[in-house]
């Protein structure tokens, strides 16, 4: 049985760190009312969605960059956004920083439906970058520094679906799909912040779209689920920020896409029907997964190479010269 919901993937171009949040407020308002025009249910903003990137920027005192941070959503300067998308009965998700009144940072996206009451929140669970000044990048990424982790993915009931949430660097791994997966979820919004330049290994510049791209559709492929994936993108102080935003279908298959780096609305129709194609076949997990076998996963962190593997290495011939001379 079909169930249609019309998703608008908003990518935003740059925000720059003295854009206001009125003013990137506005931007997002339009963006919505694109979107309502062009008769989506769903509108899926990008993370950090805001401010501009602010982890690339190393400063002593954290708390310094507190104003980055919304200790309530909606606060006074969202609420127009909120208000707006109900008068237009159209739901979004947003990426923003969140500052709880613990004092806890993170990095978070909610899930808000058309009458504009939030029904999921999400917080990011694998943090890139690093957690000290390294001064010898062009830019930092001290996502490690500025947020703490959250604790896992949860879905939730909305758009006559199941939904789940991810965050940009979340897309790289397959964990992340698969927990969604395995409580059901249908459509997966996942809003990103991707710099060009990967300074640990420059030779992945090039790449950036096509892992982009390779992540999101296998992670739809293989758990059977929609996945929407947004950008915030262009030239942000400096930094170029991939666009290619796009809305994955359970087949992988690219159905909308972005083609520039600025403000842009890509739309499809995602029928929520289709992931049982998937789900009860080739993906059925209840039938062919073997959880017994997989435990390896949860039970360490880091690569083990087994010891009989590494004495059987060292004691090998075996060199990787090319060959005899
Ligand atoms: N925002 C975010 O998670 N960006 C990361 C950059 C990785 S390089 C430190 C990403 O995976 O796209």
């Given at each position: 049985?079909?169930?249609?919901?019309?998703?608008?993937?908003?990518?935003?171009g740059?925000?720059?760190?003295?854009?206001?949040?009125?003013?990137?407020?506005?931007?997002?308002?339009?963006?919505?009312?694109?979107?309502?025009?062009?008769?989506?249910?769903?509108?899926?903003?990008?993370?950090?969605?805001?401010?501009?990137?602010?982890?690339?920027?190393?400063?002593?005192?954290?708390?310094?960059?507190?104003?980055?941070?919304?200790?309530?959503?909606?606060?006074?300067?969202?609420?127009?956004?909120?208000?707006?998308?109900?008068?237009?009965?159209?739901?979004?998700?947003?990426?923003?920083?969140?500052?709880?009144?613990?004092?806890?940072?993170?990095?978070?996206?909610?899930?808000?439906d058309?009458?504009?009451?939030?029904?999921?929140?999400?917080?990011?669970?694998?943090?890139?970058?690093?957690?000290?000044?390294?001064?010898?990048?062009?830019?930092?990424?001290?996502?490690?520094?500025?947020?703490?982790?959250?604790?896992?993915?949860?879905?939730?009931?909305?758009?006559?679906?199941?939904?789940?949430?991810?965050?940009?660097?979340?897309?790289?791994?397959?964990?992340?799909?698969?927990?969604?997966?395995?409580?059901?979820?249908e459509?997966?919004?996942?809003?990103?912040?991707?710099?060009?330049?990967?300074?640990?290994?420059?030779?992945?510049?090039?790449?950036?779209?096509?892992?982009?791209?390779?992540?999101?559709?296998?992670?739809?492929?293989?758990n059977?689920?929609?996945?929407?994936?947004?950008?915030?993108?262009?030239?942000?102080?400096?930094?170029d920020?991939?666009?290619?935003?796009?809305?994955?279908?359970?087949?992988?298959?690219?159905r909308a896409?972005?083609?520039?780096?600025?403000?842009?609305?890509?739309?499809?129709?995602?029928?929520?029907?289709?992931?049982?194609?998937?789900?009860?076949?080739?993906?059925?997990?209840?039938?062919?997964?073997?959880?017994?076998?997989?435990?390896?996963?949860?039970?360490?962190?880091?690569?083990?190479?087994?010891p009989?593997?590494?004495?059987?290495?060292?004691?090998?011939?075996?060199?990787?010269?090319?060959?005899?001379?």
């Amino acid at each position: 049985m079909s169930r249609i919901v019309t998703v608008g993937a908003a990518q935003t171009g740059p925000i720059q760190r003295d854009d206001t949040r009125a003013e990137v407020v506005e931007r997002l308002v339009a963006l919505l009312r694109q979107g309502a025009d062009a008769g989506c249910d769903l509108i899926v903003f990008p993370e950090l969605a805001l401010t501009t990137f602010f982890p690339r920027w190393w400063v002593e005192d954290r708390a310094e960059f507190d104003h980055f941070f919304e200790t309530e959503m909606p606060g006074p300067d969202t609420r127009p956004l909120f208000d707006e998308a109900a008068r237009l009965g159209v739901g979004f998700h947003l990426g923003y920083a969140e500052l709880t009144p613990e004092g806890q940072h993170f990095n978070t996206a909610i899930v808000v439906d058309r009458q504009g009451t939030v029904i999921g929140k999400y917080r990011k669970v694998h943090l890139p970058g690093h957690h000290d000044h390294q001064p010898w990048r062009e830019f930092q990424h001290l996502e490690r520094y500025y947020f703490d982790p959250g604790a896992g993915f949860g879905v939730f009931a909305g758009f006559g679906g199941v939904l789940g949430m991810a965050i940009c660097n979340d897309r790289r791994w397959s964990e992340t799909y698969r927990v969604l997966g395995l409580q059901g979820c249908e459509l997966a919004m996942i809003g990103y912040n991707t710099p060009i330049h990967y300074a640990p290994d420059p030779s992945q510049d090039v790449l950036q779209g096509f892992h982009n791209r390779l992540c999101l559709q296998s992670g739809a492929y293989q758990n059977g689920m929609w996945v929407v994936g947004v950008a915030k993108a262009g030239e942000e102080e400096g930094c170029d920020l991939l666009g290619e935003s796009a809305i994955i279908a359970p087949s992988g298959e690219v159905r909308a896409a972005c083609s520039t780096v600025g403000d842009e609305l890509a739309v499809a129709e995602c029928d929520l029907g289709l992931c049982a194609n998937y789900k009860d076949t080739l993906f059925d997990f209840g039938y062919y997964r073997r959880p017994e076998v997989y435990g390896t996963i949860t039970a360490q962190q880091g690569v083990v190479v087994p010891p009989d593997v590494v004495a059987a290495l060292e004691n090998s011939d075996d060199d990787d010269t090319g060959g005899a001379t």
